[in-house]
């Protein structure tokens, strides 16, 4: 986590809920619950760890930056933009290896293989 960076955990985390809200760029390492998903709240995008899964991501997403990326390590992720889009609203589902970038100027979402 950079020195810019906001994580904040809503009251009731971990009984009611595991949603954690960001702004700026983190590394998570999440562990499975068995019970609750953990989801990560950015200013562009909703990114889901599924209850029985693990993963290790990275989330990029500078408060001044139009755009943001999540590089998934290990384990598996949906990503869904965070707002209503004119052009796609539809989730995409994350591997191992793979990244999703976003540029709210253009409304754009990609997902692509992560650089080795």
């Not at 985390?13 to 953990?38: C, E, M, W, Y």
């Amino acid at each position: 986590m950079d020195s810019f960076s906001v994580v904040r955990l809503p009251a009731g985390f971990n009984q009611r809920n595991r949603d954690i809200f960001l702004a700026g760029s983190v590394s998570f390492t999440v562990h499975s619950s068995g019970i609750k998903p953990v989801i990560v709240h950015t200013r562009a995008l909703i990114i889901t760890v599924p209850d029985s899964s693990a993963a290790s991501f990275t989330i990029d997403g500078r408060p001044k930056s139009p755009g943001e990326e999540v590089d998934l390590l290990k384990g598996k992720l949906k990503v869904a933009k965070s707002y209503h889009s004119d052009t796609d609203n539809e989730p995409v589902t994350l591997r191992a290896g793979e990244m999703v970038m976003i540029n709210t100027d253009i409304d754009l979402m990609e997902k692509e293989k992560m650089d080795k």
